[in-house]
């Protein structure tokens, strides 16, 4: 074999060697990082879910797994990769029960279409969570879209009381009205009368 046979075929395999080291160690620190992924938290730890008015909370009581529903919700923001496979998977079974069972007095079309919205955003976020090779930026974008579902339905139901409430002050305050010009004409009415019979 000649020198320039030679360099060229030691050249080779060196250059061969360096590329697969390079491989092994991108494959490594892919690993190393799936191994931290694993072992982090997700979501925004200061995101809090609204309260329930009292109303509302009274009526929530009936519709089944609500309560579940809601303290799973709560957990997913600073959860282990893990916890949100666990905890997205029962928020897909519980929002697709609620949706399934609406109380009468929940049942409107704006609560429904906040159901829809985070039957969705709960499905969603189990596909991020279960992917085999994980975007923690798409995983955080769908924790942040699940939390803002949850808290839209829960303004929504908390809202839907609260026009309840004024609706039925508003009945109430129009019949008390309606009493009262009742009272007034009759009173004018007795005093005609009373001053016919005097004349």
């Known amino acids: 074999m000649n020198f320039p046979s030679f360099l060229f075929l030691t050249t080779l395999v060196f250059c061969l060697l360096l590329v697969s080291c390079g491989n092994a160690s991108e494959e490594n ?3 190393h990082i799936a191994v931290q992924d694993l072992e982090g938290t997700y979501g925004n730890k200061k995101f809090t879910v609204p309260q329930l008015s009292e109303r509302a909370l009274m ?4 519709w089944s797994v609500y309560e579940d529903f809601e303290n799973d919700a709560k957990t997913i923001s600073g959860s282990t990769l893990e916890k949100l496979r666990n905890t ?7 929002s697709d029960s609620l949706s399934k069972k609406i109380p009468d007095t929940l049942n409107n079309s704006a609560i429904s ?4 919205v985070v039957k969705t955003r709960a499905n969603l976020l189990l596909q991020e969570a279960n992917k085999s090779r994980i975007d923690s930026l798409k995983l955080e974008n ?13 303004v929504q139901i908390n809202e839907k009381f609260q026009k309840d409430a004024i609706d039925l002050q508003r009945k109430e305050d129009e019949e008390k009205e309606l009493e009262k010009q009742k009272r007034f004409l009759d009173s004018v009415y007795k005093a005609e009368l009373k001053d016919k019979m005097n004349n």
């Open 29 to 31: 620190s892919e690993m």
């Open 88 to 94: 997205s998977e029962r928020l897909v079974q519980y």
């Open 142 to 154: 769908a924790i942040t879209e699940m939390n803002k579902a949850v808290k839209n339905l829960i």
């Open 113 to 116: 279409s906040r159901l829809t």
């Open 59 to 62: 009526h929530v009581t009936q």
